[in-house]
């Protein structure tokens, strides 16, 4: 069975730090391009980054460049978003997933080109 479990969320104060995983079982991560993206209460989802198979190429939203920092060990079939510097807009459920083609700069941060979802973590970032 193919799937996709995000972890590493939780309550962390403006200017803190979390690191997201976003771990694959029943299925070889190594071979896509896997995005992250967030839903906030009443507004749409949002392509935060992503990133190709191999790793070289990556892309971010305005919002999060410079804060957030998307990795991945295909060794460990698992992709990581670093968060620091966190603001409470940040706040939202994380999801990844993987994409139906390959990377492009083009649209890996549209949701539409991608196919397997995750269930999501939650980051609230409070005082």
């Known amino acids: 069975q193919l799937q996709l479990v995000e972890s590493g969320g939780g309550l962390v104060q403006p200017g803190g730090s979390l690191r997201l995983s976003c771990a694959a079982s029943g299925f070889t991560l190594g071979y896509y391009a896997i995005g992250w993206f967030r839903q906030a209460p009443g507004k749409e989802r949002e392509g935060v980054s992503c990133i190709s198979s191999s790793g070289i190429s990556t892309m971010y939203a305005d919002s999060v460049k410079e804060r957030f920092t998307i990795s991945r060990d295909n060794a460990k079939n698992t992709v990581y978003l670093q968060m620091n510097s966190l603001k409470p807009e940040d706040r939202a459920v994380y999801y990844c997933?993987?994409?139906?083609?390959?990377?492009?700069?083009?649209?890996?941060?549209?949701?539409?080109?991608?196919?397997?979802w995750g269930q999501g973590t939650q980051v609230t970032v409070s005082s």
């Open positions: 997933a993987t994409i139906r083609t390959s990377y492009s700069s083009s649209y890996c941060r549209l949701d539409g080109a991608y196919n397997y």
